[in-house]
């Protein structure tokens, strides 16, 4: 005997029904998209393409033409590398970590996260690459693979080796758990196109579907499959910014040798991610008509999520300051001091202000229930967020231990550019992701579509 | 009558409706062949008597060889075939190994899990499912029933007992 409690608010508003959930989701894959898609798309491709452009003079005269000197050697390319990573950890954390907690809202949520977890890292994945210069030639630096020069292998002692097995298991990962996902989903989409008499359609998406027919033994083990996968990418998901920190954290820069890094980083990760899957769930709801699915709740609990990382981010930069003073060793003291009072001051308190005092106007329950407000914060947290990376990374390194070679590090428009054209092709990603997928998962909603006490009374 | 063509589909508009029938079916002696539905429907495992997954040993076994392979891998390349010192430390020193042995046997567990799971479940993208009823991944839960293994029972009496047991609807279906 099962016994259900009617105590939470139902998830879906409006009275939905299973067959609404179909209906309300399938119809964007199959309608013509909005005006409003067709002008964003065209403002993604632009931008895409000015970013290419600048993508392939950095390949063709090398990185050169950025604006790193000989003191500041790491600039843009790693600080987009480390914020797109962290955007991407939102996505897993609803998806995989949500699941084992049996959090239900994640539900019309996870889809579109997850989403942008995988445009997020093939983002950040293009900056090592590209920084590489040569890149045609960095299977051998990266991969393990027999190689001409002796048989000398990669480093497997290297943070940036670890790096590389983690992120492309990590983009692995959230692909294959992303993509099971989408399989039932797939399949509702294809039995609707035969039901609409659109064959190619149908044949379409059932070769994405593989076949899927939804039998009560394939979806038993589908769910231990899904289970399993939750599992392995909630550590996956923790390792994997914990070794991009420790590209910094196992260096000998005062400001990067700091064993607070890898918690500090995962939460920050968090923080900006939830602050990205906002900015995009508040622009589909509206575009979509998804208000039903993504309620004003999600929107108060994901705020919520906000609050606590950073809190957490706030609390890490409050320690490292302290430490740096109180660990009396001179050059770490003077790194800080540095970020707080140096040339770079603007970008220290930027970063403090958005991401330190902004995220605390959501303990305000008027701001964390306003659309507006949220979108507003959303997009100050990932300002703040980028900040954050650009002050870690580019104040430590632009006063060397000599002052001679002390400078400032000045972008030129291929930083821009490319930076850009991770814009381009994330947003790009993205809409087509919205127009051609289910943006909500169906099946795991169409289960909550009933709150519980109406199951009692039949 | 060959097993396997004629079916009686019965169609049901409710989970906890279904999760009831089933048990009502499985008690009058029916064999149910399939239940379609279009979300994971909890108990349905308890009430149609399906064993438990075995996936999740499968997913152990593969991460058990993502490690091996990754720490053989290592241990061979930096301590064996061209050893070297770096931060003076041993040739073949186990701690910073660990995060590529970690990644790996995420990677091979999720990768071969889900490769088995597509395996046994039998899909693929070039194949065309049998549908029973297309409802049966928008909002209806679909029971078949094989005509030839129920040979006991008339194809009315079948029906009948689908309709007590709650379905809405009660169809023919025949696969050539």
């Given at each position: 005997m099962q016994v259900f409690s009617s105590v939470r608010d139902p998830l879906v508003t409006g009275g939905k029904t299973v067959g609404d959930v179909s209906h309300d989701i399938s119809r964007h894959v199959e309608n013509k998209p909005p005006r409003s898609w067709w002008l964003a798309l065209a403002i993604s491709l632009v931008v895409l393409a000015y970013g290419l452009y600048c993508v392939c003079t950095v390949l063709w005269?090398?990185?050169?033409?950025?604006?790193?000197?000989k003191t500041v050697g790491w600039a843009w390319d790693i600080t987009n590398f480390v914020w797109w990573v962290g955007i991407g950890h939102a996505g897993t954390l609803i998806s995989a970590i949500l699941l084992l907690f049996r959090q239900k809202w994640r539900m019309s949520i996870n889809r579109a996260a997850e989403a942008m977890t995988i445009f997020a890292v093939i983002c950040a994945a293009t900056f090592p690459l590209i920084h590489m210069g040569r890149l045609w030639l960095g299977f051998y630096w990266a991969l393990p693979l027999p190689n001409a020069f002796g048989s000398l292998w990669a480093n497997f002692n290297s943070p940036l080796l670890w790096d590389v097995f983690a992120i492309s298991t990590y983009f692995t990962v959230s692909l294959v758990f992303w993509y099971i996902g989408l399989i039932p989903d797939f399949a509702t989409i294809r039995d609707r196109a035969v039901a609409q008499g659109s064959m190619l359609r149908a044949q379409i998406y059932n070769a994405m579907s593989f076949?899927?027919?939804?039998?009560a033994k394939t979806w038993m083990r589908y769910e231990a499959v899904a289970l399993i996968l939750a599992g392995l990418s909630t550590p996956l998901v923790l390792s994997v910014h914990t070794i991009v920190s420790m590209d910094f954290a196992t260096s000998v820069i005062p400001g990067w040798h700091t064993t607070i890094f890898p918690p500090y980083f995962v939460a920050g990760a968090i923080f900006s991610g939830f602050a990205m899957v906002l900015t995009l769930l508040l622009i589909t709801r509206v575009v979509f008509k998804l208000e039903d699915y993504i309620t004003i709740y999600h929107i108060e609990l994901m705020n919520i999520i906000i609050i606590v990382t950073g809190s957490v981010v706030g609390i890490a930069y409050i320690t490292e300051l302290f430490i740096s003073w109180y660990s009396g060793v001179e050059y770490e003291g003077y790194a800080f001091y540095n970020r707080v009072q140096g040339p770079y001051a603007w970008s220290y308190w930027s970063m403090m202000t958005c991401n330190?005092?902004?995220?605390?106007?959501?303990?305000?329950k008027k701001i964390r229930t306003s659309i507006v407000a949220t979108f507003v914060l959303s997009i100050v947290v990932n300002i703040g967020m980028w900040f954050e990376r650009f002050v870690i990374i580019v104040t430590s390194l632009h006063?060397?231990?000599?002052?001679?070679?002390w400078t400032y590090f000045h972008p030129t428009k291929y930083d821009i550019g490319e930076y850009l054209f991770t814009f381009g092709l994330f947003f790009t990603a993205f809409l087509l992701f919205a127009k051609f997928f289910p943006v909500i998962n169906m099946a795991e909603v169409k289960s909550i579509v009933k709150t519980d006490s109406e199951k009692v009374s039949h | 009558m060959n097993a396997d063509k004629n079916f009686l589909v019965g169609v049901f508009n409710d989970e906890v409706v279904l999760l009831d029938g089933i048990k009502k079916v499985r008690t009058s002696g029916l064999k149910i062949h399939e239940v379609f539905s279009p979300f994971p429907v909890h108990g349905i495992d308890d009430a149609l008597g399906l064993k438990r997954s075995r996936l999740p040993r499968a997913a152990f076994l593969f991460g058990l060889t993502g490690t091996t392979l990754a720490l053989t891998m290592q241990i061979w390349m930096l301590g064996y075939d061209w050893p070297m010192i770096i931060g003076g430390k041993n040739y073949a020193s186990l701690p910073p190994f660990i995060p590529v042995t970690f990644e790996l046997t995420v990677l091979l567990s999720a990768l071969g899990m889900v490769a088995t799971f597509l395996i046994v479940s039998d899909m693929k993208p070039y194949k065309w499912p049998r549908q029973f009823d297309i409802r049966s991944t928008d909002d209806k839960h679909v029971m078949a029933i094989d005509l030839a293994l129920n040979s006991g029972k008339s194809k009315d009496e079948i029906a009948r007992i689908l309709r007590e047991a709650g379905a809405s609807e009660v169809n023919e279906k025949n696969f050539e």
């Open positions: 005269n090398g990185i050169g033409v950025w604006g790193l000197n076949g899927w027919q939804g039998g330190v005092i902004s995220p605390q106007l959501f303990w305000i006063r060397d231990y000599v002052p001679s070679s | -």
